[in-house]
């Protein structure tokens, strides 16, 4: 209908107007009403060569290109904003996602000290002060609209005892794992320097999610959490589970694709 009544002011403005005019209002309605920047206007003017129909055609041909840049202009602004728009979606639904683990290991250590069944108190203090950690750095990314903004995050390496943060992993996702029955080991193989460089955030957050997976689709046998250093750090996860069949392997990069259980 709003097409029809476009057309309707075209025609009504061309009638009893020479060809020149004529072909320029044409011009004008596919320009500005249909958004048709390629419109021929050579074609519209129907070889009209009077000056005052060339300076007029070429105000038209400069209007032209004015609002098909601005058109171009306003596309590029909204695709950079849907993009924007999904970064932050998928930022902070993948972070509420890693939450879930650190938050596990509170609850689990909080109940455990609570029965009072006389258990390595320590450990579960531990445990508590991890997961705290683990929250606080998801926490942080959150509040970090840069971090949004650029859809990715920084590595900060620091100096880390890395068997004291690898512990407080392991802890972590054995709480985990004792729900299923099953192990959870972290085997240290050879020595390990007092300290590494290393960012313990990005790290924790890498394990937990590996572990958490390992756990997850284990439902019988073990899993291990298995470091060595010889040039560099090596760590490995190792479980009974099924594993990933072949033909998904190429999943595993997709945000929050799932195997079925």
């Known amino acids: 209908k ?12 061309t009638d009893g107007v020479d060809a020149g005019f004529a072909g320029l209002m044409r011009a004008l309605g596919e320009i500005v009403w249909k958004g048709n920047y390629d419109v ?15 300076v007029l055609s070429q105000t038209v041909d400069i209007l032209r290109n004015d609002l098909r840049q601005l058109q171009e202009e306003n596309q590029a602004k909204q695709a950079e904003l849907e993009r924007a728009n999904r970064i932050k979606d998928d930022f902070i639904a993948n972070m509420s996602h890693e939450m ?22 320590a450990k579960y203090y531990r445990i508590l002060q991890e997961s705290a950690s683990s929250l606080l ?21 620091v100096k880390t005892d890395i068997i004291v943060l690898l512990e407080g992993i392991a802890g972590m996702c054995a709480l985990q794992a004792d729900s299923k029955g099953l192990p959870l080991w972290l085997k240290i193989e050879g020595p390990f320097p007092e300290s590494l460089l290393v960012d313990a955030d990005r790290l924790r957050q890498i394990l937990l999610n590996l572990l958490g997976n390992a756990v997850k689709y284990t439902r019988q046998g073990s899993v291990v959490l298995q470091v060595s250093f010889q040039d560099g750090l090596l760590v490995q996860v190792l479980d009974t589970g099924s594993g990933i069949p072949a033909e998904l392997v190429d999943k595993i990069f997709e945000r929050f694709y799932r195997l079925s259980t």
Do not use: H
Request: proline share 4%.
């Open 2 to 13: 709003t097409a029809m009544v476009q057309q309707g002011l075209i025609n009504s403005s």
């Open 40 to 54: 021929e206007l050579s074609d519209m003017l129907e070889g009209d060569a009077r000056p005052e129909i060339r």
């Open 100 to 121: 879930r683990t650190p938050l596990n290991g509170i609850l689990g250590s909080l109940q455990l000290l609570q029965s009072g069944g006389g258990y390595d108190s």
């Open 137 to 157: 750095a998801g926490v942080n990314d959150l509040l970090d609209m840069s971090v949004m903004d650029r859809g990715q995050i920084e590595i900060s390496p």
